[in-house]
């Protein structure tokens, strides 16, 4: 595009009459020059040229004092010895629009005025930062339709310091008169779903973010309907300031619906074909979904093994049909890790890993962990595999060496562990969940048995065959706010000392979430536990029930609910019951990343098979959390409201989650 001013045609005829000047030159150097006449010294001086101004006339009266000028508007306010002023801003005539909080908001964020708002400035300074910011406003304005809109800067003293006011007269809204989307009939069927997926309408306003937002979805929806190589064209707007109606032309090329082909993969770790096409949530000769091309690119990187992977469409010629070109580039594949944790009734914890993530291909990951603690000590190896022939699901085998040594009970323990798991994920939450395991401990145990005034050390053979299920209603893994939660867990297990006997360990957890306003969540849960087929003191202690700490009943030490033995320790139980309600409050304060958690929790333990109404224990206090971007971090403080002797008066409990 090419325009034509005033400035560039005159400063052509400078030019030209330069360009005459100089060719006359010469032909003026060329003329004979003129004889010089004598000078006659006699001859009298020519006059004076006039320069236009009087001799003063020394007699006359003296003229009148010149008068004081008028007051101005305003005076100019005090600046400090370097000329430098503060300022305040306001922006006025945005009242009667609707969405006023959300242009001051993108207004702020790009504000010269805003940005240096703390600072001293001079007025030249002040006065270019208020044209900008007009401009600025104007545009702001005419991204929300308002193509008529005027800004004007207004600066006015006020005491020691300016007021700068940008005065808005927004004008009328423009709307849309039309909204067309040619080519887009081509997707048959699936039209109207398409249509309705770009929510611009005729007679919706002029706003380019809707526009923009629109577009992107018709885009996400023309490949989860199966239109893989869709193209969106270049949308065209045009604005008629006469009738204040703007209409609207975008381009859709769907092409054919799209199926499935092969995957290739390339590049490192070397995950073999059938394990990539395991991870994908599709098969072969399904309907093309753009989300599942994108949701296995996530779990290539969420294994850890990956640092990025690549998902390229490449189509078969005119059959309907994509192939999937993947590209992985590695990750690391080793890592050492940390933590330090502390609980009340738990003591000071430290554990260090190392592990091999990809110690046998694919995923087939080796931990050698260690935990040094005043309570705990273990040194374990452990294998797991993920997607082990199926999308999340885990295979996992563990062998442990550990002591431990809490008021409920001491043991010294070598455990082998296996199990295979269908597990949730933050890139794929499952309604339902499961697992099937085997155990075998063997485990020298101290503490209160069949004599509950003698404390003694026992020797256990211990098989158990764990099994869960679990169900997931709400709408966050980390964070619910809506919805219902439970999870049953059974072992049946047979135990080994001076013969044998069997039992069975089961365990059902419920929780549930209601959002009150925006800021507010209300939360509960329940559990219930019970052992069938054996009394507690003939069990091992570590198999028995515990009440009480973060995770159970806060308020209360780690193990501190239910029945004790002759020295005040906790001996665990056969039947338990608790409960806790929260109320999870969002502060609005730093940025919305913090929240407070007012809490009450009861829970009571038992040896008997039903529920002791008489024996509950309750716990009380106030929680803090941190929203961080992997999850809440939460610090719970809590009371015992009737505690018992030995009972601490406040516990602590932080962890990373919500309590339930």
């Known amino acids: 595009m090419s325009f034509t001013s005033g400035v560039g045609k005159r400063a052509r005829l400078l030019c030209a009459a330069a360009a005459a ?3 006359a030159a010469p032909a003026a150097a060329q003329q004979p020059d003129p004889p010089v006449p004598e000078l006659d010294p006699s001859a009298p001086l020519d006059p004076m040229p006039d320069i236009g101004v009087d001799w003063p006339d020394l007699g006359a009266p003296e003229a009148p004092p010149l008068q004081e000028p008028g ?7 005090a600046a400090d010895a370097s000329g430098e002023l503060s300022y305040r801003i306001a922006i006025d005539g945005l009242e009667r629009i609707g969405n006023r909080d959300l242009l001051v908001s993108e207004f702020e964020k790009r504000s010269a005025l805003y940005a240096e708002r703390r600072a001293t400035a001079n007025a030249a300074q002040i006065q270019r930062r208020s044209e900008t910011d007009s401009e600025l406003m104007a545009e702001i304005l005419r991204s929300q339709g308002y193509y008529d809109a005027a800004v004007e800067p207004v ?8 007021a700068v006011t940008l005065e808005v007269d927004a004008g009328r809204q423009y709307r849309f008169g039309t909204v067309e989307l040619p080519g887009l009939a081509e997707a048959g069927v699936e039209t109207e779903a398409l249509r309705e997926a770009f929510a611009v309408q005729a007679g919706d306003p002029v706003v380019a973010a809707d526009v923009i937002a629109a577009g992107q979805s018709l885009k996400l929806a023309l490949g989860e309907q199966g239109f893989a190589l869709a193209e969106v064209g270049e949308q065209q707007i045009v604005v008629d300031h006469r009738t204040q109606l ?7 090329d769907p092409g054919p619906v799209a199926q499935f082909g092969a995957i290739r993969v390339s590049g490192q770790p070397p995950f073999s074909v059938n394990h990539v096409a395991t991870i994908a949530r599709f098969e072969r000769g399904d309907r093309f979904e753009r989300d599942k091309v994108d949701d296995l690119r996530r779990a290539l990187i969420a294994t850890g093994l990956v640092a990025s992977a690549d998902v390229a469409i ?29 609980g009340t009734g738990e003591g000071v914890r430290a554990e260090a890993s190392w592990q091999d993530r990809n110690f046998l291909n694919p995923e087939g990951a080796l931990t050698l962990r260690g935990i040094i603690g005043t309570r705990e000590q273990l040194a374990g190896v452990d294998f797991r595999r993920n997607n082990f022939g199926a999308r999340d699901r885990v295979l996992q085998m563990q062998l442990a060496a550990s002591h431990s040594e809490y008021d409920a009970y001491e043991a010294k323990t070598v455990r082998l562990y296996g199990s295979l798991e ?6 794929w939450r499952k309604t339902w969940t499961w697992g099937i395991g085997g155990e075998i401990l063997a485990t020298d145990e101290r503490g209160v048995f069949d004599d ?17 299920l679990g169900y997931d209603g709400s709408d966050d893994l980390l964070n619910p706010t809506r919805g219902f939660r439970a999870a049953l867990h059974l072992s049946p297990e047979i135990s080994r000392k001076n013969g044998s006997f069997t039992y069975a360990r089961a365990q059902l957890d ?3 979430y209601f959002p009150v306003g925006e800021r507010t969540v209300l939360a509960g849960r329940v559990r219930l536990g019970t052992i069938a087929g054996a009394d507690a003191p003939s069990i091992a202690p570590s198999r028995r029930f515990y009440s009480g700490g973060g995770g159970s009943v806060r308020g209360y030490g780690y193990q501190k609910v239910g029945p004790r033995d002759f020295e005040g320790d906790p001996v665990g139980g056969k039947t338990l019951t608790e409960f806790a309600v929260e109320a999870r409050v969002r502060l609005n304060a730093f940025g919305g990343n913090f929240g407070i958690v007012p809490f009450l929790d009861g829970g009571q333990l038992t040896n008997k098979i039903t529920p002791d109404l008489n024996s509950w224990q309750f716990g009380a206090g106030i929680g803090l959390r941190y929203y961080s971007n992997f999850g809440p971090i939460r610090i719970d403080v809590g009371t015992p409201l009737n505690p018992r002797d030995g009972d601490s008066r406040v516990a602590v409990a932080v962890s990373l989650g919500q309590a339930f």
């Open 510 to 512: 419920g929780s549930a």
């Open 155 to 162: 600066i006015q003293p006020e005491g020691a310091t300016v």
């Open 21 to 23: 000047a100089l060719a």
């Open 71 to 77: 007051p101005v508007a305003a005076a100019r306010p």
């Open 246 to 252: 703007a209409s609207l032309v975008l381009p859709v």
């Open 422 to 427: 269908r597990v949730s994920t933050i890139i």
């Open 314 to 342: 490449a189509p078969v010629g005119e059959t309907g049909t994509v192939d999937l070109d993947v590209t992985l580039a590695p990750a690391p594949s080793h890592t050492i890790a940390g933590e330090v944790g502390y």
């Open 452 to 468: 509950p005034t003698v404390k003694e050390t026992r020797t256990f053979f211990i098989g158990a065959l764990p099994l869960s």
